[in-house]
């Protein structure tokens, strides 16, 4: 069969929680993932399939998984590592392998890696899946007026209480 990317790197991030559940400071309850770029792409995925991790900090824009228009109207298409995920990623979009655990939608309005797609207070499917599963305080849509960046001093203690309204 083909191996891509994901199937060489997901044994790793799985490992990964399982090292932080061995550790005695860790409340294995309260793990959550954090990623940007491709590291967002592979925390969405490794809390897809593991639902040992109670929360996801997703940084990245806001875009469809498949080809499309940059700002001049040329198409471009995605990375690779993206395209290996197929359909999958936007299962991986709408919050649908994520929900019902805490989610959070981290995103620069002045991220230039793709167009932005939705109004900066549009919340996107995501808001709208956990909405109709009762559990809107598990959603949130942190956007800020940075670039391609994370801001782990709005997002860390926000992930904290979302995980405290899990229990």
Known sequence: YRRTVWSYLLPLYLSG????RSEPSVDPSRIAVYG??????????????????AAVVYSNPFESPGPQLSSDGAYFMPNI????????????????????????????LGDANVPQRLHP??????????????IS???????????????P???????????????
């Open 17 to 20: 929680v399982d090292f932080l």
């Open 153 to 167: 001093q709005v997002t860390i203690p926000l992930i904290d209480q979302m995980m405290g309204s899990q229990d």
């Open 81 to 108: 590592w993206k395209a290996e995920l197929c359909s999958f990623t936007s299962l991986l979009h709408d919050g649908s392998l994520i929900a019902p655990r805490s989610f959070i939608w981290e995103n620069g």
């Open 36 to 53: 940007i770029s491709f590291a967002g792409y592979a925390a969405l995925l490794t809390a897809a399939v593991d639902e040992r991790i």
């Open 121 to 134: 207070q549009d919340d996107g499917a995501p808001a709208s899946l956990y909405a109709r599963l009762g």
């Open 137 to 151: 305080e598990r959603f949130r849509l942190a956007r800020h007026d940075g670039g391609h960046e994370t801001r």
